[in-house]
C-alpha cells in the first residue's frame, strides 16, 4: 500500500505542477481542508469581502440611492448575465440575473408552453400543445415547480429519465424540462442531441444548468438551447443563496410572456402605470428589485475567471475525476464502495458519486479528518471538482482518507 500511494503521491506532484489553472487557487479563501463540495457551494474568492466592504461603506453608506445609477446597481442583472454568458457558450443579452433558480425555471416552463401554444408559432398544431415533459431524475423543486407550472398552464406532466425523452415527445408536447447533469451521480446528459430530438417535435426545450455551468462548455447558442436556468453558488462561487440566471434564446425574447411580470421587467419601469408592457430583449425576464449586496459579491466572484478557458476547466475536471477514481481503485477495500458516475467522458459531469454503505457516517468521518464532500440519502456520496481551486494533491489525499475511513 505504501509504494502505491508514493507512486500516486508523486504522480499527483506531477500533474499539479503541469497545471494551467493551479494559478488560481490563491484566488481562493482556502486552508488545509480538502474541499469537494463545491458543487453544493463554493469556496469563498479572496476578492469579494473587500468588494462587499466598498459596497457597503462607500455606495450604500455614502452614495445611498445615488448608487442605483452612479454605481451601476440598476444595471447589474444584465451586465453579471453578459459576464455568465461566455462560460455556457452565449452571446451578450441573453442571460438576466436575478432571483432564485426555483423561480427562474416557473418563469422559463410556462413562458416555454406559452410560445408553443402561440398562434403565431410556425407548427400547426401549436394551440393544442397540452403536455409538458420532465426529467424523472430532476432535482426535487424543478419536478415540484413542473407540477405547478402543468396545472397553471392546463398540461399533463409526463415524468420520463432524460435518454427515454424522444420516445415521448409529439404533436401534443409543449415544452420539455431537462437537467444537464444528474445531481446525484454526476452522469452528464446529451444536450446537443435532446434539445434536437425537442425542436424536431416541434416544441421547446428548458435546461437546468446548475451543475455543470462553470465545470464544461454548455453550448447554449451552438446548440440552439430555448431557455435555461442556473444557480450561481456552485461552479461559479457567487456565495450562499447568490442569485440565478435566466437565459432566452434572442430569436424568442419578442415572444417572451413571462408569468411573474413585475416593475422591473416593465418596458417603462418608473413610468408606474397600471398597464404592464414587457421590457425588450431578456430585461423581461427580471421581476423585482435586484438583490444588489448578493449580487455584486457574485459579480466580484466571477473576476477569478478573467483569462480561464472554459476548455481548459474541462479539461482538468475530467483528469482530476479520472485521477481520483484510480486512487479509490488503488486505495478502498474491494467491494465497500460502487462508482455511480459514468466512466465515459462524454458521460460525466464534474463529480464523482460513490454508493457506500452507512454513508451519511462515513462522510461525516471524513469531514472531521478535513476531507468535505457530502451525502445524499440513502447511500450516496458525493466529491465534487471544481477545476479552479481543486489539485490533484486533493484527490489523492480524498481517496486516501476515504480508505482508511473503511478500512
Known sequence: MSDVRDQLRAEAAVLDGKDELAAKRKEF?????VYLDGNSLGALPANVPGRLAEVMTHEWGRLRIRSWDESGWWTAPE???????????????????????????????????RIARDPDSSSP????RDEIVVDATTFPTDGYIAESAARLTGCRLIPVVPADVPGVLGDRTAAVLLNHADYR?????????????????????????????????????????????????????????????????????????????????????????????PAD??????????????????????????GVSIDAVRAKSLALTDFFLRCVGAYVPTGRVESLTPAAHAERGSQVALRCEGAGDVMKRLVEQGVVGDF????????GFTPLYVSFADAERAAHVLARTLA
Open 29 to 33: 479563501v482556502l486552508d488545509e481542508t
Open 376 to 383: 445524499r440519502a440513502p447511500d450516496v456520496l458525493r466529491f
Open 125 to 128: 398544431v401549436s394551440g393544442g
Open 281 to 306: 430583449g431578456a430585461l423581461r425576464g427580471r421581476v423585482g428589485t435586484p438583490d444588489i449586496l448578493s449580487m455584486l459579491a457574485l459579480e466580484a466572484s466571477l473576476a477569478a475567471w478573467d
Open 79 to 113: 451586465r453579471i448575465g453578459d459576464r455568465i454568458a461566455p462560460l455556457v457558450g452565449a452571446a451578450p443579452g441573453q442571460i438576466v440575473v436575478g432571483d432564485s433558480t426555483s423561480v427562474n425555471v416557473f418563469k422559463a416552463l410556462v413562458a416555454a408552453v
Open 185 to 277: 451521480t454526476g452522469r452528464l446528459h446529451d444536450l446537443p442531441g435532446l434539445t434536437a430530438a425537442v425542436h424536431a417535435a416541434g416544441a421547446l426545450v428548458v435546461w437546468d444548468l446548475c451543475h455543470t455551468a462553470g465545470a464544461l462548455p454548455v453550448g447554449l447558442d451552438e446548440h440552439g438551447v430555448d431557455l435555461a436556468v442556473g444557480c450561481t453558488y456552485k461552479y461559479l462561487n457567487g456565495g450562499p443563496g447568490s442569485p440565478a440566471y435566466l437565459y432566452v434564446r434572442e430569436a424568442l425574447q419578442p415572444r417572451f410572456d413571462s408569468p411573474l411580470p413585475g416593475w422591473n421587467s416593465h418596458a417603462e419601469p418608473f413610468g408606474m402605470r397600471p398597464g404592464f408592457e
